[in-house]
């Protein structure tokens, strides 16, 4: 059977429109609950958002779905999609749901679902769950005595606030720094500040202010220029941008330049293999990763594994082979010592770990290559397959091959997300990576968007 409701984050599209209306997510809801019926006991989920208008409608379906199947509902409220890893296997709950679209602007909506471990579910049960969907198969319905029961988890914010915390030393104290936070409205716009003056630090918030309309609204880890401008307006040490769900980060330096999520993982990679923490003796990253990275880590004996995009298939493998880091260029940090899903909060404590025991500013500190020019461009195509299957794309892919050599990369794809087929190259000629994208682009056949 074909995926055609989960893609490669879970269930996404336009708010109140197919596949995120509230009837497809009642059914979600109640096939899920069917799936994760496992025992006599009472079946238990866990229910977070972000801070999007539709979230309302979603949380809601979602709902009386798992009700409607006998399972009990704990309401989080907004909350980073990490927290809802870490307390679906806190709660011993048998499934857990983020509502949110990531980095999307506030019209979409998603849902996203963990298993009782707290990690992302495998193709094969999101199958099952979208078999139970798309079949209009009755699912079995609970007796009246055991509908589930739904109530709010009032201190859920505190609880992962505590384990955030946790992740690092109890010695670090960051006072006396100054951080500008970018919370893009999102998620962690409550977590994010309180977390970082708990320990410390003489915080600057942005983007705190959700009104359900400005979720990564020229904010966030997306659109960090605000965010850049402001660190050094009040000439803080550091800024920090999460995303709408605050699975992702980004660090901007005390010079307003930005830090991406593979100088992060170079960063940190360096800073645990010298503390012996390092598991696998290297990293995973995806396609997209710098060339850079790729060098910098080699020339440290460090392997780096890449994957396809998509931070699932990084944790994938990453619990595979034995790693305990890796990530995208985007910002997803997943560090499995500490969560069980990329945490941009929990990155960003480890990346002030590194900036306090270096001594230096973050821009020497997070500098650890130069990146290998890299160019990526987005095209908005109707059918992102039938794009892609048009022989001028596989022709010119294959001359900017050519061109490039042995010294670059090409990288064209679709996006797991959005309607976009997005163009990459990099290498050291910078002039020539602009040349070959812009020629792939022109060759990809314009459709009605």
């Known amino acids: 059977m074909t995926r055609s409701l989960f893609g490669t984050d879970g269930v996404r599209g336009r708010a109140n429109a197919s596949p995120m209306t509230a009837e497809i997510a009642m059914r979600i809801g109640m096939a899920a609950g069917r799936v994760f019926n496992r025992g006599g006991h009472r079946h238990r989920v866990v229910v977070g958002k972000d801070t999007r208008l539709s979230g309302y409608m979603i949380e809601q379906a979602l709902t009386a779905g798992f009700l409607s199947v006998g399972v009990d509902v704990l309401l989080l409220g907004p909350l980073p999609t990490p927290a809802v890893g870490f307390l679906t296997r806190s709660m011993r709950a048998d499934v857990g ?24 579910l495998s193709d094969a049960v999101e199958m099952q769950i979208e078999r139970l969907v798309e079949s209009h198969a009755d699912i079995p319905l609970a007796a009246s005595a055991e509908i589930g029961r739904a109530r709010r988890l009032d201190d859920a914010e505190g609880r992962y606030m505590e384990a955030v915390k946790a992740s690092v030393a109890r010695r ?32 600057i918030p942005l983007a705190v202010h959700p009104d359900g309309f400005n979720i990564n609204g020229n904010c966030g880890s997306t659109h960090p220029g605000v965010l850049q401008e402001q660190v050094v307006m009040h000439g803080a040490d550091i800024g920090i941008a999460l995303d709408g769900d605050a699975d992702r980060v980004v660090l901007v330096c005390e010079k307003g330049d930005l830090i991406d999520g593979d100088q992060l993982m170079a960063t940190i990679a360096d800073l645990w293999k010298k503390d012996g923490r390092l598991a696998g003796n290297g990293l995973v990253a995806t396609v997209m990763s710098n060339l850079g990275l790729e060098r910098y880590v080699g020339a440290r004996g460090l392997a780096l594994v890449r994957t396809q995009v998509g931070d699932r298939y990084v944790l994938e ?41 270096s001594g230096k500013p973050a821009s020497q500190t997070f500098r650890a290559f130069d990146p290998v020019p890299q160019l990526l461009k987005n095209v908005r195509v109707h059918d992102a397959n039938a794009a892609l299957s048009a022989q001028s794309v596989a022709a010119a892919i294959a001359a900017a091959e050519k061109e490039l050599g042995g010294g670059g990369r090409i990288l064209v794809r679709k996006s797991g997300t959005e309607p976009l087929i997005r163009v990459m190259a990099e290498g050291d000629d910078s002039d020539l990576v602009r040349t070959v994208v812009d020629r792939i682009v022109e060759a990809i056949p314009r459709q009605a968007a």
């Not at 104290?173 to 919370?183: N, P």
Request: hydrophobic letters at 45%; aromatic letters at 6%; proline letters at 3%.
């Open 317 to 357: 493998r990453m619990r595979a082979d034995g790693f305990n880091l890796g990530g995208e260029q985007s910002g997803h940090i997943i560090m499995t010592d500490h969560a069980t899903t990329g945490d941009g909060l929990m990155a960003a404590l480890q990346a002030l770990a590194v900036l306090r025991k």
């Open 172 to 203: 670090l104290d960051l006072t006396g720094l100054k951080i500008v936070v970018d919370c893009a409205n999102g998620a962690a716009y409550k977590v994010a500040p309180t977390v970082l003056w708990e320990l410390g630090a003489d915080v």
């Open 97 to 120: 749901v983020m509502i949110s679209a990531s980095h999307n602007p506030y019209e979409d909506n998603g849902i996203k679902l963990f298993g009782p471990d707290g990690f992302k």
